[in-house]
């Protein structure tokens, strides 16, 4: 099941085109890691080989303002993934 999410736009505000590389790679993500400093956020995602050590495929800096609105679209995404597929684990 694919669902798709407009996120971050008011409605007033027309969703860009996206336009993706020819060489875009998907890249699966098993661990990310935070840093931020006033001014941004940064997320590093990465692919964990083995206990030590993990591959990082992309770097994501944020505005804060940015982040937040990625932190509460990322939130509904997920409440509406568990109300049509089901609750997900928690790793606690």
């Known amino acids: 099941?694919?669902?798709?999410?407009?996120?971050?736009?008011?409605?007033?505000?027309?969703?860009?085109?996206?336009?993706?590389?020819?060489n875009l790679q998907p890249f699966y993500a098993n661990l990310a890691n935070f840093h931020f400093s006033l001014t941004e956020l940064t997320i590093n995602f990465a692919y964990k080989t083995n206990p030590q050590s993990a591959i990082v495929g992309a770097q994501i800096i944020l505005s804060p303002q940015h982040a937040k609105i990625f932190s509460e679209v990322l939130e509904k995404l997920l409440a509406d993934y568990e109300k049509n597929v089901g609750k997900i684990p928690s790793k606690q």
């Open 1 to 22: 099941m694919k669902i798709e999410k407009k996120a971050g736009v008011s409605k007033n505000e027309k969703q860009p085109n996206l336009n993706f590389p020819q």
